[in-house]
Each structure stands twice: as structure tokens, then as C-alpha cells.
């Protein structure tokens, strides 16, 4: 590969036999323009390996996939040390830089090669990329965000970015992404603002949808390199005053769920989830997939142990200790080894949901399995638990930094005694 032409190096190769039908040249000559053998010998590396990237771009640009020539045209510019620029751009260069486009263009004999002139002159067309194909081609571009998510999670991550493309295309049509208009995304949010003030709904359902809409047309945009200016910003609408989710009371819990037979409906599993969050506040999700490995019944203080366990937390926050008392540690005896019903199903909200409703189990109509959680919380702060040790049983993060390991199991364990129903 390595020879030296009277004092300096060069790079002499074959081209691959891949590569004839883009790379005229059968034998590729390159002055290194160096004396030395080791610099040489580096410098050539990675003229080699801009070489094929030209050509791996040239075979790509020679098709009929507006998707694949336009990636390829930016790729070409790369190898050849330009930016892709639209045509448009590339004009209004200053002379000199758009004659050195020109002669890019050229091989080594003047003559032009038809891909690369396309792609350093900026003539090849941006693909029309509808809104549903934006889609398509969001998920492996965000695959990122969701290592380590479970079925079940990336079904919900999933299903909102679904609906909310949905509801744009069923209000402006699947047109093309460089398309839409300003007045498109206004009429977008005409539609929702009338479904807002119809349904009784709240401006937050709105702002899931444009905040999905622009998570994926901005990244596909940015990925692709379309260059695209979105007519997304300015449209969010504000925010009214974000309602609470009620708690349960002490006196619903202990005289309607925790009376005898109030549950007896339910299946074993989702009762056993319902009476462990009483004395534990965790999420539905956290529950569903403990297993044995991740309750502790043997030992002086029983306890469980949220984990990152075939599924991400919520927050970093999220993994935790939890000691169990009372009415939980009796569901967590009677369901030692987890709850493998629904470790990988999404039926347990709506199942305990439409069982609350059914038995008149639900203090007002707003309340849901996930109060239990909020009186938890409510019951640990009017009993005076320190703030830190709330957050750590909670899962929450702290206003500070936090300091330490925290309270020590024992301690945590005394703290819910004090209000374990």
C-alpha cells in the first residue's frame, strides 16, 4: 500500500472490484505528501477509508429511494470535506468556494461524475416524507430512549406518540412534513381546543400531543437532514391549575377496602397488589413485577426491594427499600413469590378500576387504585416522618442534594408502624 516516490510517500491500491461501477480509476494513487514511513502509514488508513465511504455513498446514490440518494448525496458531501447545502445555498456561495464544488465534481481527468455533482451542487431532492413515514422512521431513531424498558413500558411510551400522530393526520391530512403549514398546526389547535372545552378535558391532554407531534418531526428532521424549519413553536396552550389526585382517607381504608370480604371479588394476585400498597405507597407498576428475588419475609423486618428488574424505573430515585407491616405484609405472605399474572400484562389498573366501581369501593369518583399511594404519603406527613425519609419510602427526589444512605431499615421500619393500617 505504502511506496515511496522519490522522497515522499504515496498510497498505491487496487479498487475493489465493489466499487468499478462508481470508481473508474482501477488503480488509486495518492500522495501522502510526508517523508516519513510511520506518518505514512497512518495518513493512509484514513485516505483509504475516506476513499470508501465516497464510494459506499456513490452505490447508495445510485438509486430510486429519495430516502436512501438524499442520505447518500449528504454522505458524498462528507467524503468529499463539504457540507450538503440545497441548491439554493450552494449559489449563493462566494465564487471561489462554488468552484471548488465544481472541480470536486471532477475526476482526475476533468471528467464529472453525475452522483457527486448532484451531491456538492446541492440538486438532489429532499424525500417527501409523509407524517405517518416520520413516524415509521422515529422509532429506531429514538431507540436510545428506551433501553431497558419492558414490552409493557415501550407499549405505553409507544401508544401516546401513536395517538398524537394520529390526531394530527385525521385533522390536516398525511402530507408531506415539509408541508405543514403555520395555519396547519393552528387548525390543529382549533380542533383540540374544542375537544378540550366538548370533553371537559384539561390543556395538559393538548400539550402531550404537540409535544409528541414535535419530539418526532424534529428529530426526524435532524437525523435525516432535511433542514426543514417546523412550524412548531408558540403553541402550546397554558396550563391551568394541575389537579390532584384525591387520597383515600383513613377511615375509607380501614371501614370500606379493609372491611371483610370488601375484596373478596378481586384475584388473589391483584388484591394482594391493592393491600400491599396501603402500608407501601408504590406504584402499580413497581408491584407487578416483583418477584421472590425481590421480597424479603425472612429476617427480623420484612421488606421489599424495588429494583430495575426486566423494566426502567421511573426516576433514578424510584429504587428503593420498602419495610412491610400490617395489611401488606399479610398480601405480600400470601403472595411470597410476586405477581406473575401481570409482570408482563397491562390489565391490573383497569381490572382493580372497574372492581372499585363495581362494589361503590371508591370514595368519590375521582378516586383511583393510585390514591392509595397519595394517603400513604398524607399519613407519613401527619405523623411527622422526616422529609428524607418520606422521599426514600415514597421514591420521590429531595429539594436538596441528599446526603448519605439515608435511614437505616430499623428506622425506616419504626416510621411505618407508626402509620401501618
Known amino acids: 500500500m505504502i511506496q515511496k516516490r522519490g522522497k515522499l510517500f504515496h498510497l498505491i491500491r487496487r479498487t475493489p472490484t465493489l466499487y468499478h461501477d462508481v470508481e473508474k480509476r482501477r488503480l488509486i494513487h495518492v500522495a501522502l505528501k510526508t517523508d516519513s ?129 394520529k390526531n394530527l393526520i385525521n385533522t390536516i391530512g398525511d402530507k408531506p412534513i415539509e408541508d405543514i403549514s403555520g395555519d396547519d398546526m393552528l387548525d390543529f389547535c382549533d380542533w383540540w381546543l374544542e375537544k378540550i372545552e366538548s370533553e371537559g378535558l384539561t390543556p395538559n391532554s393538548a400539550n402531550k400531543d404537540l409535544s409528541h407531534i414535535g419530539s418526532i418531526l424534529k428529530t426526524v428532521n435532524k437525523k435525516k437532514r432535511l433542514g426543514l424549519v417546523l412550524p412548531l413553536s408558540d403553541l402550546a396552550f397554558s396550563q391551568r391549575e394541575k389537579s390532584q389526585r384525591p387520597r383515600f382517607s383513613t377511615k375509607w381504608i380501614t371501614e370500606k377496602l ?46 421489599i426491594s424495588i429494583e430495575p428488574v426486566g423494566r426502567q424505573l421511573k426516576t433514578q430515585n424510584a429504587r428503593r427499600v420498602i419495610p412491610l407491616a400490617g395489611v401488606s405484609l ?50 407519613m406527613t401527619d405523623a411527622g416522618i422526616e422529609e428524607r425519609i418520606k422521599a426514600d419510602l415514597m421514591g420521590h427526589s429531595l429539594k436538596r442534594e441528599r446526603y448519605g ?15 401501618a393500617l
Not at 455533482?117 to 409523509?130: D, N, Q, R, S, Y
Not at 383497569?350 to 400513604?376: A, D, G, P
Not at 444512605?405 to 402509620?419: N, R, T
Open 405 to 419: 444512605k439515608g435511614a437505616s431499615l430499623k428506622k425506616a421500619h419504626e416510621c411505618v408502624l407508626q402509620i
Open 37 to 165: 514511513e510511520e506518518d505514512a502509514r497512518k495518513k493512509a488508513v484514513g485516505v483509504w477509508q475516506k476513499l470508501v465511504e465516497g464510494w459506499e455513498a456513490r452505490l447508495a446514490g445510485d438509486t430510486t429511494d429519495a430516502e436512501k440518494s438524499f442520505e447518500a448525496a449528504n454522505r458524498i458531501a462528507k467524503s468529499k470535506g463539504f457540507r450538503f447545502l440545497d441548491a439554493p445555498a450552494v449559489a449563493a456561495l462566494p465564487l471561489p468556494e462554488f468552484i471548488e464544488r465544481i472541480d470536486a465534481a471532477h475526476d482526475n481527468k476533468g471528467k464529472a461524475d453525475i452522483v457527486e455533482a448532484k451531491a456538492l451542487l446541492g440538486v438532489t431532492e429532499k424525500p417527501a416524507i409523509t407524517i405517518s413515514r416520520a413516524l415509521e422512521l422515529y422509532w429506531p431513531m429514538a431507540a436510545h430512549k428506551n433501553v431497558g424498558k419492558s414490552d409493557d413500558q415501550l407499549r405505553r411510551w409507544r401508544n401516546p406518540h401513536i395517538k398524537a400522530i
Open 330 to 379: 399479610a398480601a405480600f405472605r400470601e403472595c411470597p413469590n410476586g405477581f406473575p399474572r401481570y409482570a408482563n400484562s397491562s390489565s391490573l389498573t383497569n381490572t382493580v378500576r372497574k372492581f372499585l366501581i363495581e362494589n361503590k369501593l371508591r370514595e368519590t369518583s375521582k378516586h383511583s387504585m393510585y390514591s392509595l399511594r397519595h394517603s400513604f404519603e398524607d399519613r
Open 258 to 303: 379493609l372491611a371483610p370480604d370488601a375484596l373478596s371479588g378481586l384475584n388473589t394476585e391483584a388484591r394482594c397488589i391493592l393491600l400491599g400498597m396501603v402500608n407501601t405507597g408504590y406504584r402499580p407498576s413497581e408491584a407487578e413485577v416483583l418477584t421472590g428475588a425481590q421480597i424479603k419475609l425472612e429476617g427480623k423486618i420484612p421488606f
